[in-house]
């Protein structure tokens, strides 16, 4: 048995490894300054108040041992309940049948793809895009096309074409997107929710860094909009997804799906298909604290990433040469960087890695289509004001001598 | 938005709510002894080990902050290092690199099936085999074809059909089966081998039961055997899943994937466009305690759970009429029973939960084409023996009431 290629399903074609895992190895060299990352600090994690959780958890031997047991699909009842109690809250009546309780909002887009996608149906996502979510989708071998956003205006006839018929659902991160830092105006929701209503498509609200605002004003979710124009959660063409990664920890791998409980409860089938359920202990762990720690870890992480992104902001300001554009996200990690159009950002990394100390990631590998070659993503999560401004200042000397030849 | 199943991918109509699950209700009715499920017994979790394990790891400053962060897809080096090393210790050579962790054992056949089934294409399976699997790999729309077993031998060229062309791997549980109980035996295991030689197709060896065998000798591991044949685990052809579900906990959903690292390497590209990657702080615990907590469970479960088994083959004997029949499992949790041909266990299972406050698994939910309807599985795993005596001599009556009828 030599050849398993010969035995793969067709779709193992798309399967291949990502420029950004080769890249996160350079996390690993302490020479190397990485804006390419896009975790969360982790001198930053509540890590008293976890171990607390877990004593507590499995101090109780009645709690212990159902921590330590099967569950069920859709979620421990008492993190379902936190989730819906606390967007209900937030202005959006939400009971526990309309969450589903996923690992992390990486398996909420792979379960979403698993259950709408068929092989050959047209996916809408932004160009640029968050790449994770192509690759849950590009197991179920969409094609994709472009969603309508503040740079591209198409109709909703437009998308009714003969290749693959109507799309199957529109994919968005309204909220200081990965890898672009963008947040959609409250025009913008409202417009993106005219096209899914005129086309009669599900949109899909990926919402990881929800709690990471650091300028601005709130813009209400895309399901709260939804839900609104639609008369109630059940009703609305929206499935939001969110996760505890960014608000409090990632490494207990707990999301969530939240939408109208018709949908929800085929995605459960869908999540009970692929791995039972997500982990009981970690689970009843995150509901014990979510109600304090999602709270007092934003007041905490605010200011840390909010200095962070200034420096990296004011550092560009400062050493970029003309010709040179980026965003400014009001919060998340990422700023989106664009050069010169002849400059390939590619094959600058080599360079930049080798003679600038400096990791990012090209902004190729956010085309699901394949796009502009000339852009790149910069994370501030993790890297201290001073190191940015050497980092960004060396990256900068980098581009000044690229521009030069 | 009211019509959701017309969004829907057309997988969608495979994922429909299994009766076991249901069934699995019927647990929380106090008055029903319940012989369905399939689940460990939570009063013999070794929980007092796994506190001190959760707390040891976030007790330290540094394992914490690895420990509540992001990893890698294919999962914890320390976990990887203990099931190649654990593996290697049981004669099979291997290297973490053929090892891929994941969310249980469910979420390993999950990811078996999306990098080898294609829509139409051709699974074995056994008939009856576990249904779980059969949830996992209906996701990508396969066809199902009997595997050869002790009660099938059809050659090889006889799947060589013109329907979906050869099948694409065959699946097997050759320990202490999930419903049947059976363990294949040296010579069965070999002439599957011989089987998939013949055909050039993969195995998967689904082995969550390996550490509960009761009776009996063990018998070498599939992807032992095919290693030796090959001349190593990179040229064997056998994907052997497992898991800590009933080692030591189920709660923490950590299983794994052994094989070749070339098919390893691609799982780990399908796992991690799934999920990201398992839960780094449960897999850094499990691989804290498996070395400890492997062996001395299994020493403190299998006297109790012999004992049960042993209790419901006595009552078995001693009540159930003539022409009902059962198998004599070394391990596990099942026993399957075949009844008198003319009764239909699915009919026959209300009157059994109203008149005779048993709950079991109709057979039929075991046959991935449809099957046999005069066959069920009981689960001795949770109940105490009295209680066994009691039940399954309630449940014979009914029997001999519906044999009388």
């Known amino acids: 048995m030599t050849n398993w290629q010969s035995h793969y399903a067709r779709r193992a074609a798309r399967m291949e490894s990502a420029e950004v895992r080769d890249l996160l190895a350079a996390f690993t060299r302490r020479d190397v300054t990485s804006f390419?990352?896009?975790?969360?600090?982790?001198?930053?994690?509540?890590?008293?108040?976890m171990a607390a959780a877990y004593a507590a958890v499995l101090g109780d031997p009645k709690r212990a041992s159902v921590a330590l047991q099967y569950s069920i699909p859709e979620g421990h009842p008492s993190l379902r309940a936190w989730l819906a109690a606390d967007m209900t809250r937030r202005g959006t009546p939400c009971a526990p049948e309309n969450v589903l309780i996923t690992n992390g909002s990486?398996?909420?887009?792979?379960?979403?793809?698993k259950l709408f996608i068929s092989e050959g149906e047209t996916v809408l996502v932004g160009a640029p895009t968050f790449l994770g979510?192509?690759?849950?989708?590009?197991?179920?071998?969409?094609r994709y096309d472009e969603l309508p956003g503040p740079e591209s205006n198409r109709t909703p006839d437009s998308f009714r074409g003969p290749n693959g018929g109507k799309p199957k659902f529109g994919y968005v991160m309204p909220e200081f997107e990965n890898p672009t830092g963008r947040?959609?105006?409250l025009a913008e929701r409202n417009r993106l929710l005219d096209f899914a209503d005129a086309l009669d498509i599900p949109l899909v609200e990926d919402s990881p860094y929800e709690t990471l605002r650091y300028s601005g004003e709130a813009v209400p979710l895309l399901i709260t909009l939804a839900a609104e124009r639609a008369g109630g959660i059940d009703a609305?063409?929206?499935?939001?997804?969110?996760?505890?990664?960014k608000s409090i920890v990632p490494g207990l791998r707990v999301g969530w799906i939240i939408g109208p409980r018709e949908a929800i409860h085929k995605l459960i089938l869908a999540k009970q298909a692929a791995d039972i359920q997500t982990s009981t202990i970690?689970?009843?762990?995150?509901?014990?604290?979510?109600?304090?720690?999602?709270?007092?870890q934003a007041e905490k992480v605010r200011p840390v990433y909010r200095a962070r992104r200034d420096a990296m902001l004011a550092a560009l300001a400062a050493h970029m040469p003309a010709g040179v554009t980026w965003t400014e996200p009001e919060g998340g990690f990422f700023i989106w960087v664009t050069?010169?159009?002849?400059?390939?950002?590619?094959?600058?990394?080599?360079?930049?890695?080798?003679?600038?100390?400096?990791?990012?990631?090209?902004?190729?590998?956010?085309?699901?289509?394949?796009?502009?070659?000339?852009k790149l993503r910069l994370s501030f999560s993790v890297t201290d004001e001073a190191t940015i401004a050497d980092g960004i200042g060396r990256l900068?000397?980098?581009?000044?001598s690229a521009l030069a030849e």
Do not use: K, W
Not at 236 to 245: D, E, I, N, P, Q
Not at 284 to 293: S, W
Not at 341 to 370: C, K, N, Q, W
């Open 236 to 245: 609305c063409r929206v499935l939001h997804c969110g996760t505890f990664s």
């Open 183 to 185: 947040t959609l105006t």
């Open 339 to 374: 050069l010169p159009e002849h400059i390939d950002t590619t094959a600058l990394l080599a360079r930049s890695m080798a003679e600038a100390s400096v990791a990012y990631v090209p902004g190729s590998a956010f085309f699901a289509g394949g796009g502009s070659r000339h």
């Open 282 to 296: 970690n689970q009843m762990v995150l509901a014990d604290v979510a109600e304090t720690l999602v709270a007092s």
């Open 106 to 113: 990486q398996q909420a887009l792979d379960t979403i793809g």
């Open 133 to 142: 979510a192509v690759q849950a989708f590009n197991a179920y071998e969409p």
């Open 36 to 49: 390419a990352g896009g975790i969360p600090d982790p001198t930053l994690f509540p890590t008293a108040e």
């Open 396 to 400: 900068a000397g980098l581009v000044r």
